[in-house]
């Protein structure tokens, strides 16, 4: 979601890798001083709030004076909380466990958002999305079995089950796409 050059690959290609765990890493230094000066001003409205609710007691400030503090506060810890996930986008992670593709970066190069990092494919569960003629459609329903074969694993068979049904047939083929 954010540029920047990428600071580390922590990944290769076709590495098999978990939920959550690191692909790459942009540089984010500068992004960090920033966050921690945010950090720093948003600690610095709540000790003067905190001081200035203690004067309001001995009426030495004014009730208007609390409240833009609280208002300060609010402010200076929102813009803190803004960098902080600034920061957080700078870590790429994966957001399922699968199978990696090959990766298309290397350390020192900038990324824009959108740009192709790396494909990243889950193989459990897998699914199968394939066409039927519209005739069939009365003897299909969710959740019914299937057994798939395919040409790259000749002999093996693979069990599921009917995920969805379109909700539309395809005009030009009169076939309705399932997946399971």
Do not use: C, W
Request: aromatic share 4%; net charge negative.
């Amino acid at each position: 979601e954010v540029p920047g050059i990428v600071s580390s690959v922590k990944i290769s290609s076709g590495d098999i890798v978990a939920e959550g765990q690191t692909l790459i890493a942009l540089n984010a230094d500068s992004d960090i001083a920033q966050s921690k000066a945010l950090q720093a001003s948003a600690d610095l409205a709540e000790l003067k709030l905190k001081r200035d609710k203690s004067q309001l007691a001995a009426q030495g400030v004014s009730q208007a004076e609390i409240d833009a503090d609280v208002a300060d506060l609010k402010s200076k810890s929102a813009l803190a909380e803004q960098q902080q996930a600034v920061v957080a986008k700078k870590i790429l992670k994966a957001p399922f466990a699968g199978k990696l593709g090959i990766t298309h970066v290397n350390v020192g190069q900038y990324i824009t958002p959108g740009q192709p990092i790396v494909t990243l494919q889950t193989t459990s569960p897998m699914l199968v999305d394939f066409a039927l003629p519209q005739q069939y459609l009365s003897t299909i329903k969710l959740g019914q079995a299937v057994h798939v074969n395919t040409d790259t694993y000749p002999g093996v068979q693979f069990d599921g089950e009917i995920t969805a049904i379109n909700s539309s047939i395809d005009i030009d083929t009169r076939n309705i796409m399932i997946e399971a």
